[in-house]
């Protein structure tokens, strides 16, 4: 069982928007501003999509964008583009104990 | 250009013990910090530990303290992750990460390292 709860998937339609949620707690997500998300495709090595919550690495397309209330953190995609279809984990500091946690990863279709 | 270069896959038998690399090169290797994550077939991704090659602080997960070891040797830009005696459910994909500030951050991946046990 992972740390931080993602939906197993999601799907959408090319030019749709989709969201995807991660629920942690107070001593991960809720607590400190530094939530990242990851894209993987099959067979590839996981990208930095989103860090501290909400800010786009350089070269993310700005059809991504990352939010956080409370204790879950959000990942929007905007305008689905076939490329788009990839496995997403979130990431979360959870403090100087036990560090880091990631979800168990949202399967992202697109139709 | 920031790269990590991971050593290439292994194939043990249970029991062996195993020692896998990741060179960073085009950036400050003691001023980062650099994680390992696990990712078993078909499954999602796990961070072990991360290290801090400037003063060596390492921190695990608590499901791999105790199972792995995580180093570095800044002399070689070189991180470092082994076992001392392979288990088969140590069956996974191994990749090392860079996080700049340490807090879930990992900018740069390596290529990842196959890692299979089987008798």
């Known amino acids: 069982q992972s740390a931080l709860t993602q939906p197993r998937s999601v799907s959408g339609s090319p030019g749709q928007s989709v969201t995807i949620s991660c629920t942690g707690t107070?001593?991960?997500?809720?607590?400190?501003?530094?939530v990242s998300w990851y894209q993987q495709h099959p067979g590839k090595v996981p990208k930095l999509m989103i860090d501290?919550?909400?800010r786009r690495p350089s070269g993310v397309p700005d059809r991504f964008s990352g939010s956080k209330s409370g204790n879950t953190a959000s990942l929007t995609i905007s305008g689905l583009q076939a490329e788009d279809e990839a496995d997403y984990y979130c990431?979360?500091?959870?403090?100087?104990?036990?560090?880091?946690?990631f979800g168990g990863g949202t399967k992202l279709t697109v139709l | 250009e920031v790269q990590l270069v991971q050593s290439g896959a292994e194939v043990k038998k249970p029991g062996e013990s195993l020692k896998i690399s990741c060179k960073g090169s085009g950036y400050s290797f003691t001023n980062n910090w650099m994680a390992w994550v696990r990712q078993m077939p078909g499954k999602g991704l796990e961070w072990m530990g991360i290290i801090y090659p400037g003063d060596s602080d390492t921190r695990y997960s608590p499901s791999f303290q105790g199972q792995v070891t995580i180093s570095a040797d800044k002399s070689i830009n070189t991180a470092y992750l082994q076992w001392s005696s392979l288990k088969a459910s140590d069956t996974a994909m191994y990749y090392c990460?860079?996080?700049?500030?340490?807090?879930?951050?990992?900018?740069?991946w390596g290529q990842g390292t196959l890692v299979t046990v089987s008798s």
């Open positions: 501290d919550v909400s």
């Open positions: 107070s001593s991960d997500v809720g607590g400190y501003n530094y």
């Open positions: 990460a860079r996080s700049p500030r340490g807090y879930g951050e990992f900018d740069y």
């Open positions: 990431c979360s500091y959870a403090g100087s104990n036990t560090f880091v946690v």
